[in-house]
């Protein structure tokens, strides 16, 4: 990982580039998804753009940037660093059930709550529960909530009690 940190923190220069968001109409949500080096080639890919955000319910936004601020680009690196980590030991934690596509997405939508949960720049050595610890409790809480769930909805809220 610090190899990437590295050749993005390498890639730091004062070319102008061009950040492209898909965000709600309302502007409650956005997310980035292109990098333009300059305008020109940013306007020749604005049109697929903007067809590709309607698709999703979604306009396109765009700020200019200079490309020497990629500490937030190295921070996002490790977010997903982090969430593909968090899904391998989500996959350790389950009875694998189904395809491993059905598997992978179970997991990763695991992941996704653990890491909105848990910042990805935790210190875990301050904390109570080390990294693996907290996911597998995370997990073990998460299918638990939805056993009893299950459980509810197959036999009603009175039926569920342990006996």
């Given at each position: 990982m610090?190899?990437?940190k590295k050749a993005i923190a390498d890639l730091?220069?004062?070319?102008?580039?061009?950040?492209v968001y898909f965000q709600t109409p309302n502007g409650s949500y956005s997310?980035?998804?292109a990098l333009f080096d300059n305008e020109e080639m940013y306007i020749k890919n604005l049109k697929t753009l903007e067809s590709m955000a309607k698709e999703r319910g979604m306009i396109v936004t765009e700020s200019d940037c200079s490309c020497n601020d990629f500490d937030q680009i190295i921070d996002e690196v490790d977010k997903y660093r982090?969430?593909?980590?968090?899904?391998?030991?989500?996959?350790?934690?389950?009875?694998?059930?189904?395809s491993i596509f059905q598997m992978f997405d179970k997991c990763y939508e695991i992941a996704q709550e653990f890491c909105k949960k848990f910042s990805h720049d935790i210190n875990w050595e301050e904390q109570e529960l080390d990294y693996d610890e907290a996911i597998a409790e995370f997990?073990?809480?998460r299918e638990e909530?939805?056993?009893?769930?299950?459980?509810?909805d197959l036999y009603g809220s009175e039926n569920t009690s342990d006996e």
């Open positions: 610090d190899n990437i730091r220069d004062e070319t102008p580039c061009f950040r997310e980035l998804v982090d969430l593909a980590l968090t899904t391998t030991f989500v996959y350790s934690e389950l009875e694998h059930e189904g997990v073990k809480e909530r939805r056993l009893q769930k299950l459980l509810t």
